[in-house]
Nanobody
Framework: VQLQASGGGLVQAGGSLALSCAAAGGDVRRYTMGWFRQAPGKEREFVAA???????KYSDAVKGRFTISRDNAKNTVWLQMNSLKPEDSAVYYC??????????????????WGQGTLVTVSS
């Protein structure tokens, strides 16, 4: 499956952005779809995941502010980001895996990755 992430940009603190991850060559309903991010000088970290059965999980850093969703008709996964903070600035990646749900936070289990989209939150 090929993944195309988009929607990044520059936004002021407190603002919102919506990232999309369009999939081609595979049905997103058959994968656990994850979002990860990597800030300069930091390791890539888990943000959110949407399981093939509809389960959802978030990192503590974004819980209550970000919402992950899946549009089956468009074969796309979304990440709605609200109340953005400067520390949310990073390159955001979407990824897909067929691993068990319990490992959805682990980037090593994701086989397919999009190219990343840059989010910059100004203070």
């Amino acid at each position: 499956v090929q993944l195309q992430a988009s929607g990044g940009g520059l936004v002021q603190a407190g603002g919102s952005l919506a990232l999309s991850c369009a999939a081609a060559g595979g049905d997103v309903r058959r994968y656990t779809m994850g979002w990860f991010r990597q800030a300069p000088g930091k390791e890539r970290e888990f943000v959110a995941a949407f399981g093939w059965s509809g389960n959802i999980k978030y990192s503590d850093a974004v819980k209550g502010r970000f919402t992950i969703s899946r549009d089956n008709a468009k074969n796309t996964v979304w990440l709605q980001m609200n109340s953005l903070k400067p520390e949310d600035s990073a390159v955001y990646y979407c990824a897909a895996t067929t691993t068990i749900w319990g490992r959805a936070r682990e980037e090593d289990v994701y086989r397919y990755w999009g190219q990343g989209t840059l989010v910059t939150v100004s203070s």
